[in-house]
């Protein structure tokens, strides 16, 4: 069972921004934030700390509400 755990496909749309714009920043594969995305991966700890700083968002908004 597959379980959304990250929002950064939604939170990179309410900013305009791409997944190419966001590897670009993070020097990464554009294939891995594709994954990230999906959440098929997901990026450690550290990486959502940058990934939060670039999209000038709490590191909270890139994470699904816990239930």
Request: charged share 30%; glycine share 2%; with cysteine.
């Amino acid at each position: 069972m597959s379980k959304d755990i990250n929002r950064l496909k939604v939170v990179l749309a309410e900013k305009k921004r791409t997944n190419k714009w966001l590897a670009e920043q993070l020097g990464k594969d554009p294939a891995t934030i594709s994954k990230w995305c999906t959440n098929t991966l997901q990026p450690n700890v550290e990486t959502m700390v940058e990934i939060a700083k670039h999209l000038h968002v709490e590191i909270q908004e890139l994470f699904w509400p816990i239930k």
